[in-house]
C-alpha cells in the first residue's frame, strides 16, 4: 500500500473540513487512561501500530488505517512494541 504524503493528506484533511493536521509520535507501549477531546479526530497511521478503543470497540490499526474518534467521545489508546506514528487531523 503506498501512503499519501503529509501535504496530500493535509490537503485531504482540508476537502473534508479539518483545519489542523499533526504529526503524533507514540513511546513503545505506551497506554493513555479513558479521556475525550473537544474536536473530531481523523487519523490516517504511518508506522507502528496502536490498539484505539471506543466504548466496547477495540480496534488493531496498522499503516494506511484510517480511524475517526468524534469530540466527546470517552476512549482509549495503546501502543505496539515499535511505538506509533500517526497524522491527526482536528475539526472544530
Given at each position: 500500500m503506498?501512503?499519501?504524503?503529509?501535504?496530500?493528506?493535509?490537503?485531504?484533511?482540508?476537502?473534508l473540513?479539518?483545519?489542523?493536521?499533526?504529526?503524533?509520535?507514540?513511546?513503545?507501549?505506551?497506554?493513555?487512561?479513558?479521556?475525550?477531546?473537544?474536536?473530531?479526530?481523523?487519523?490516517?497511521?504511518?508506522?507502528?501500530?496502536?490498539?484505539?478503543?471506543?466504548?466496547?470497540?477495540?480496534?488493531?490499526?496498522l499503516?494506511?488505517?484510517?480511524?475517526?474518534?468524534?469530540?466527546g467521545?470517552?476512549?482509549?489508546?495503546?501502543?505496539?512494541?515499535?511505538?506509533?506514528?500517526?497524522?491527526a487531523?482536528?475539526?472544530g
Open positions: 503506498t501512503l499519501p504524503t503529509l501535504e496530500q493528506y493535509t490537503e485531504q484533511a482540508a476537502r473540513g479539518y483545519e489542523t493536521v499533526l504529526v503524533r509520535e507514540w513511546a513503545p507501549g505506551f497506554q493513555t487512561q479513558p479521556h475525550e477531546h473537544p474536536f473530531d479526530a481523523r487519523g490516517l497511521v504511518v508506522a507502528g501500530e496502536f490498539w484505539l478503543t471506543l466504548g466496547q470497540d477495540t480496534r488493531r490499526l499503516p494506511g488505517d484510517i480511524f475517526e474518534v468524534p469530540r467521545t470517552t476512549h482509549t489508546e495503546r501502543y505496539g512494541e515499535q511505538g506509533c506514528t500517526f497524522w487531523a482536528r475539526r
